[in-house]
């Protein structure tokens, strides 16, 4: 049975690496790697701590990239390849622009899809932009749905998707960490912070930048001039709209350290030394609780609730205030900061990529035994 496994951006590339690397090691799949280069430098950093390289890369990225683009590209791009390839399925993942014009592509030549990451959904359209569009809309087309946790699939099952095609197998940015995560860690940044308390930040989200991300760096600046044994390390995207508001805005504050993306590796290490994490980010929300880092959500809502009931992370929005006084908290209160601060992690046992591969060869089984008939 021949796949091909497409993505675009950093974050799918940290979780589909691991499953690629499950798939080669079963003979009877062929497996093809399509890239659609939505992103250039941060998913060529993704490929180089997996060791994977790409059949294909359709290098869409421009500087300031529009939706429409991103969208129109893929979708030509991968329909080419669809034609070239004749896979039996399409192995996508999660809510991206990539995602959803892989899909699409892929539903229009009637090929098989498998969607990673189904069923995550806050049901408002707006907020996370466009992601809430894009993983709906994938999931409106897919055949088999690789749901994260339970809750995925209740909501799978709600929206009329059937129960045989919905797999609870975890996610598989929890396989990732169980690689990348080493004892003996250390880093230039996290050397010069020694003695200080690290709290990593990262803030990206499309539906934030203008005023809401003004804001998140407004805090930023607050907590860095309030605490002097705190350090903040921020590995900025590369996306110039973040870069232009945080230079405005961040400047050359002293205890603020702007530094560019880190490897996925050095990602991971990172955060499981810092003291707690500021982020925008949805794979950062799911890593963070197995590594018992309390994490501030600068969002207005979130599609991993899981997270929240853990009790590991916190939802604080955009208002300047509020989240200086979260991050306040957990810097003055050891009962707020221990509370948070317990491993807990809902996103499955790290075999995720295993229970997705079974999934895939089972059906590769079906075929092969039709096309025998
Ligand atoms: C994209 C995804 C978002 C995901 C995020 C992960 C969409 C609509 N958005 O948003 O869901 O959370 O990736 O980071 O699919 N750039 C570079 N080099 C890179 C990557 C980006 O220079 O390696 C710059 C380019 O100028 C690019 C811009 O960043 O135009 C924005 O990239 P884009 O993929 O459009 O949006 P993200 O905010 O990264
Ligand atoms: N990440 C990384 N380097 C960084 C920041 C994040 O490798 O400097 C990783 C992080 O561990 C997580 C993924 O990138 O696996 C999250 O990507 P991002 O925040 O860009 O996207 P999102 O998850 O919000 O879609």
Do not use: W
């Amino acid at each position: 049975m021949k796949i091909v496994v497409v993505f675009g951006t950093r974050p799918e590339a940290v979780k589909m690496c691991p499953l690629i690397l499950e798939i080669k090691k079963h003979k009877e799949l062929e497996c093809k790697i399509c890239l659609t280069g939505q992103h250039k430098e941060m998913l060529e950093q993704v490929m180089d701590t997996f060791r994977i390289r790409a059949d294909y890369n359709l290098s869409i990225m421009t500087k300031n990239q529009s939706l429409s683009n991103i969208t129109s590209l893929v979708l030509s791009g991968l329909d080419e390849i669809y034609e070239k390839e004749k896979p039996d399925l399409v192995l996508i993942h999660g809510d991206t622009s990539t995602s959803f014009a892989a899909a699409l592509a892929a539903f229009y030549r009637q090929i098989k899809i498998g969607h990673v990451e189904a069923g995550l959904r806050t049901y408002c359209m707006q907020s996370p932009f466009p992601e809430e569009f894009n993983r709906q809309a994938v999931d409106l087309v897919s055949d088999f749905y690789f749901a994260p946790t339970e809750k995925a699939k209740e909501q799978l099952l709600k929206e009329g998707k059937n129960d045989c095609n919905i797999f609870v197998t975890g996610n598989t940015v929890i396989d990732a960490l169980r690689t990348t995560i080493v004892p003996d860690y250390s880093n230039e940044y996290l050397k010069s912070a020694e003695g200080n308390r690290v709290i990593l930040v990262t803030a990206h989200r499309r539906e934030s930048i203008g005023e809401p991300m003004r804001n998140i760096f407004k805090a930023l600046v607050k907590i860095a001039k309030k605490f002097d044994d705190v350090r903040i390390i921020y590995p900025i995207h590369k996306n110039p709209k973040v870069r232009e508001i945080a230079e405005e805005i961040i400047g050359d504050e002293g205890h603020i350290k702007l530094i560019e993306p880190l490897d996925v590796f050095d990602f991971h290490n990172f955060m499981a030394r810092c003291y707690f994490v500021m982020t925008d980010s949805g794979g950062v929300q799911e890593e963070a609780p197995s590594l018992g880092k309390p994490v501030l959500v600068m969002r207005n809502n979130t599609e991993r609730p899981e997270g929240v009931e853990a009790g590991t992370l916190k939802l604080v929005g955009t208002d300047e205030e509020t989240i200086y006084e979260a991050a306040y908290a957990l810097l003055t209160n050891e009962i707020v900061y221990k509370e948070m601060a317990h491993a807990a992690n809902p996103y499955g046992d790290g075999h995720a990529c295993e229970k997705i591969v079974e999934v895939v060869r089972n059906y590769a089984e079906r075929i092969n035994s039709s096309s025998n008939i």
